[in-house]
């Protein structure tokens, strides 16, 4: 499997404070969260198949390259 490191700018004390906010969140906080992403202008939310994910983080890390 291969193996990637912290995207740019993220070191492991913005990881911790990530964490950190998903381990404290209510219920309730992350499902508004969730509802909220949903309706984010230029995105989309879909469900692919597990064995497919490598392929699009590397499809996005490409696209996020190319700007």
């Known amino acids: 499997m291969k193996q990637y490191g912290l995207p ?3 070191d492991a004390d913005r ?3 990530v ?6 969140q209510t219920e309730d ?8 992403a949903l309706e ?4 989309t939310v879909m ?3 597990s064995v ?13 390259a190319t700007g």
């Open 15 to 17: 990881v911790a404070k």
């Open 52 to 64: 497919l994910v490598p392929a699009v983080r590397e499809l996005l890390a490409n696209h996020e």
């Open 29 to 36: 906080e992350a499902l508004a969260e969730d509802e909220a």
């Open 19 to 24: 964490v950190e906010h998903y381990e404290n």
């Open 40 to 43: 984010t202008d230029g995105q």
């Open 8 to 10: 740019h700018g993220w």
């Open 47 to 49: 469900e692919i198949p």
